[in-house]
């Protein structure tokens, strides 16, 4: 009762007709403003932002004394409370009086660049250039390429105009910016324990740098240095981000900085983590840029130079993507700033923004021998090959090796194997943690119903019922959620925001509108754009349903499925009104759950799980949302055992590594039968289509490789992909998410990995089809 008191967003009842309104009337006028809601069942929200308790359990267990629940913060909702003050004026200037009163850490440059001079590894780097034995001090002229760099500051008095002057711009573009207090007091103890923090985040837009320092600022923290991967041509502007902390990088290093970029660019960090200050580092799940930073913060706590460094995964979350913030050109220069700036004059703010900024970890703990673990780092070729080639020996059981996440990095060649699977085992973990940490937005849910279970469309009473039941499922994932109010509220505020890529269709015979998305391919990639979140909470399932499909069509189409019960199956089209009557072994679904999740792209997954204990628990979450049953008469012969125990998974449930026969014996005996959850009945259909997408572009670009003229560079290669991925989108007139330019190098890495270009194409081809195609069969049932 207290949870339907305070958000109402569990109650069953139809909202759409309370008070006679209409359905979704768009004269119901409902604020954009979003305000966060209680968790589920009533009395917490989920705590996000936890720290792994296997990899980092000392860090956690300091940290678990932080048990009230301290609410969300507006950056944007500045009035005369948050200043010391009272009365008309104030009211007036209340922004002004409240950025003044905020704690301003400056920094200025000093003799940083003199310490940088006398570090040993920029010694050693001048003096490999320089023969004759000069040292630095002697050549300071060596360093006046990166002199901007070393000599980036903050002044405090820019710092405060800036904050009040974003704080304007922001109430322009948003609606609100909800920040979770939850981990701010745990942030504000490893400051004052010296430990200097590091907030690790991924990349999204150029929004993204802005939004940290402010959170940081409005909240008396040290405002971090901030390293921005946008190419500024302008040098006024250069002047003023230089001067507030924001690390600019050179667009390219001439010939005569290589051998002085990387030496400086470490000592820089050292300098500034030696300063105590604060560092901001986003990292790009797609090219694994921006993990060379912690590459070099991991090599200075390795040497002793930097005693530990506390890492913040921090997780931003949009209600919309607007042109503000959209992945887009890196350039920037003052003109577009300026038009920028002029067009916020005449915007009206939509949407809401939520950061979540989970608990500090020691990386020194973290690095420790035993801590963050992988067994077996083996690449992609070495786990899946064999089945492609169809000369499967021995079982084959490993994490795949991402070694191109350290491509960035300019002395990947001076690391040792060791040091470089614990490194790539860092930005994963980091890249998985910040994931958890973001907020599932309203738009994000009503964006996976439309695009991945109601493509034909949707009536606005079903949508509403389908929200609720998806926000359930989150929360009880502890996964947080950025919206609150009735059903009602929250689904028409997503249409609103959605109201440019969705169709919405009112019939005098129906009472409810139907919604769908529309059809284009910019609307389909702006849907796909914000269910990811959705995808990345729901990724055991999703990798669990997909086995399972592929299972179900092997029995369909094996001569025995004369278990399976159905209305009718035309072709290979599996009906949606199918009436599942089949036995699956649990060994043949874990196996095939393996081989999908080799195929995930980075960060789907937590470094220092094992890929088996992963596939396992996928299977396990589909008994526990149950599309799964466990099958009551173990003693019954299994109809999918296509594969004998010779080639059939031989681990058990427990982590143990040394299993016998007797083990594989009773793992045989688990099998497992269909079934349709209540509350979603064609949920195995719904959970596939999700990550259809992913797959159906392997599937798509495997396809290309007969088409293209190889050896091809790299960048070459991912623009010939992504051009076959549209013209194939553009003849199925469908299905546009699966030829994102992001989809694209996702997959040219996976091919790469696989050695597409050096195997047999047709066998990689058959065995991606081998894997895939049921989830594209479903995909066409649920329109």
Request: a negative charge.
């Amino acid at each position: 009762m207290e949870q339907e008191k305070n958000d109402g967003i569990n109650n069953n009842t139809n909202l759409l007709r309370q008070h006679n309104k209409p359905a979704l009337s768009w004269e119901l006028k409902v604020k954009n403003k979003v305000r966060p809601i209680p968790s589920f069942l009533g009395n917490f929200r989920p705590v996000v932002g936890q720290c792994c308790h296997q990899c980092t359990p000392d860090s956690l267990s300091k940290n678990l004394g932080q048990k009230t629940y301290l609410g969300f913060d507006n950056l944007l909702d500045v009035s005369e409370k948050k200043t010391r003050y009272r009365g008309w004026l104030v009211r007036r200037l209340c922004c002004t009086l409240y950025v003044s009163g905020l704690k301003v850490f400056g920094s200025p440059a000093g003799d940083r660049l003199q310490r940088i001079c006398q570090s040993n590894r920029v010694k050693v780097a001048v003096k490999a250039e320089a023969p004759e034995g000069e040292i630095c001090q002697e050549r300071p002229g060596c360093l006046s390429p990166f002199l901007p760099l070393v000599n980036t500051c903050i002044s405090s008095a820019l710092l405060r105009f800036t904050g009040w002057a974003m704080l304007k711009m922001f109430a322009s573009v948003f609606g609100s910016i909800q920040v979770n207090l939850n981990h701010l007091p745990a942030l504000h103890r490893a400051s004052q324990e010296g430990s200097p923090l590091v907030y690790v985040y991924l990349r999204q837009s150029m929004v993204d740098c802005a939004l940290i320092p402010l959170v940081l600022f409005c909240h008396n923290l040290r405002v971090p240095y901030t390293i921005c991967p946008l190419h500024v041509n302008s040098p006024f502007l250069r002047s003023v981000l230089n001067k507030l902390g924001v690390v600019l990088l050179p667009s390219s290093v001439s010939t005569e900085m290589e051998t002085l970029y990387s030496p400086v660019m470490t000592s820089l960090i050292g300098e500034l983590l030696h300063e105590g200050q604060a560092l901001s580092v986003g990292v790009s799940a797609v090219s694994g840029q921006g993990g060379q930073w912690l590459v070099r913060i991991r090599e200075l706590i390795k040497e002793g130079s930097v005693p530990d460094v506390s890492l913040v995964p921090v997780g931003i979350s949009y209600d919309s993507v607007t042109k503000t913030n959209m992945q887009g050109s890196t350039q920037v220069s003052l003109r577009s700033v300026l038009q920028w700036l002029w067009d916020l004059l005449w915007k009206i703010p939509e949407g809401s923004v939520m950061v979540h900024l989970g608990q500090p970890f020691s990386l020194k703990e973290m690095c420790e021998p035993g801590r963050c673990r992988v067994d077996k780092w083996l690449p992609l070729q070495n786990l899946l090959l064999p089945l492609i080639l169809n000369s499967r020996v021995d079982d084959v059981y490993g994490t795949r090796q991402m070694p191109w996440l350290l491509s960035s990095f300019e002395r990947t060649s001076e690391i040792s194997p060791s040091e470089k699977d614990l490194c790539v085992a860092l930005i994963l973990h980091l890249m998985f943690s910040a994931a958890c940490c973001k907020a599932v937005m309203s738009t994000s849910i009503v964006a996976t119903l439309l695009l991945y279970r109601y493509r034909k469309g949707v009536s606005a009473s079903a949508l509403c019922r389908d929200v609720a039941w998806l926000t359930e499922e989150l929360l009880f994932r502890n996964r947080d959620v950025g919206y609150g109010g009735t059903v009602a509220e929250v689904v028409h505020c997503s249409l609103s925001l959605l109201s440019p890529h969705i169709v919405i269709a009112a019939v005098p015979s129906r009472e409810d509108p139907l919604i769908m998305s529309h059809p284009s391919a910019a609307s389909a990639l702006h849907l796909s754009f914000l269910a990811q979140t959705v995808t990345h909470a729901f990724t055991l399932e999703c990798v669990g349903a997909c086995a399972v499909s592929a299972m179900l069509r092997e029995v369909v189409f094996s001569g025995v499925s004369s278990r399976v019960r159905t209305d009718g199956v035309e072709g290979e089209e599996v009906k949606d009104d199918m009436e599942f009557d089949v036995v699956l072994c649990q060994t043949e679904l874990t196996e095939r759950a393996l081989q999908l999740c080799h195929l995930l792209p980075p960060g789907s997954m937590p470094p220092c799980q094992s890929s088996q204990s992963f596939a396992l628990d996928a299977i396990d979450s589909l008994v526990r949302c149950g599309v799964l049953i466990t099958e009551e008469n173990p003693e019954a012969a299994l109809v999918c055992d296509f594969w004998k125990k010779k080639d059939s998974l031989k681990w058990t449930t427990t982590d143990d590594p040394y299993h016998s026969d007797s083990d594989c014996e009773e793992q045989d005996l688990c099998s497992y039968k269909i079934s349709q959850p209540s509350r979603c009945p064609d949920m195995l259909f719904f959970l596939c289509s999700m990550l259809a997408g992913h797959l159906r572009t392997l599937c798509w670009a495997t396809m290309a490789l007969d088409l293209l003229n190889t050896p091809l560079a790299e960048a070459e290669f991912v623009r010939q992909i992504h051009s076959h991925l549209w013209n194939t989108a553009n003849q199925e007139k469908q299905y546009y998410e699966s030829c994102s330019e992001e989809a694209a190098h996702t997959a040219v890495r996976t091919l790469i990995d696989l050695g597409g270009t050096n195997v047999r194409t047709k066998n990689l081809q058959l065995f991606l089809e081998y894997i895939l195609e049921p989830h594209f069969s479903t995909d066409r049932n649920l329109g």
